[in-house]
């Protein structure tokens, strides 16, 4: 059985991450990839019931309630759709995961991130990404993209500032061979190139 690649794709709000995954997706297949294409929170029918709640304008959670939220759906979906697709030989491509907590519960949000690291370990069950991509985009530009405002996107600037300070310092918490911060200002076009570049020159899919 051959080995499957765990991919994902991070950046804040308005940054284009599920459009990459989309292009990316495409490319797999095109490659001949079996893809398992999944997101967080989501990925199973109660992790999406869990998403349907944290989405909701209306709801006013405590940060420390959101990290929990986010927590349980998160080992719902490594336990019924990454541990086995990995298991069975399919890559994973998932947008979004454990660094927006890190970036949004935890940098903006003020949760302890020391708890935020102990429980993102329990929930993944220790997997981590072959290789993650995150977007850098300027707060600014990406609010101004954002359609479809959930209640995290109707957050201040301040929060979203915050918001990018933790993902970069999520780039520097991997290993650098596992980790590829992409700039949003190249364009959709040149991110993607970026993103097949990466993926040939480290786990060797396509071309390099």
């Given at each position: 059985m ?7 794709i991070?950046?804040?709000e308005?940054?284009g ?15 001949g ?12 029918p ?5 998403r ?5 304008k209306?709801n006013?959670?405590d940060p420390?309630?959101e990290?929990?939220l986010f927590e349980a759906a998160?080992?719902?979906n ?5 541990q086995?697709?990995l298991?069975?030989?399919?890559s994973?491509l ?6 927006s ?13 020391e ?9 993944t069950l220790g997997?981590?990404p072959d ?23 109707m ?8 918001v ?7 780039a520097?918490m991997l ?12 364009g959709?076009a040149?991110?993607q190139k ?14 390099t």
């Amino acid at each position: 059985m051959s080995k499957g690649f765990y991919i994902m794709i991070e950046g804040g709000e308005g940054s284009g991450k599920d459009t990459q995954a989309n292009l990316l997706e495409e490319y797999l297949g095109d490659l001949g990839c079996s893809v398992v294409r999944t997101r967080e929170p989501g990925g199973t029918p109660e992790a999406e019931q869990i998403r349907n709640v944290l989405s909701k304008k209306d709801n006013d959670f405590d940060p420390l309630s959101e990290l929990f939220l986010f927590e349980a759906a998160r080992l719902e979906n490594y336990r019924k759709v990454v541990q086995p697709s990995l298991e069975r030989g399919y890559s994973v491509l998932k947008a979004r995961g454990w660094p927006s907590t890190i970036a949004y519960q935890g940098f903006a949000g003020g949760v302890d991130l020391e708890l935020i690291q102990e429980l993102n370990k329990r929930a993944t069950l220790g997997i981590l990404p072959d290789l993650l991509f995150i977007i850098d985009v300027d707060p600014r530009v990406g609010l101004d993209r954002e359609v479809g405002k959930d209640r995290f996107s109707m957050k201040g600037i301040e929060y979203h500032h915050k918001v990018r300070q933790g993902y970069l310092y999520v780039a520097k918490m991997l290993p650098p061979e596992k980790v590829s911060v992409i700039p949003y200002e190249d364009g959709i076009a040149n991110m993607q190139k970026a993103i097949r570049r990466e993926l040939g020159d480290r786990l060797g899919i396509g071309s390099t």
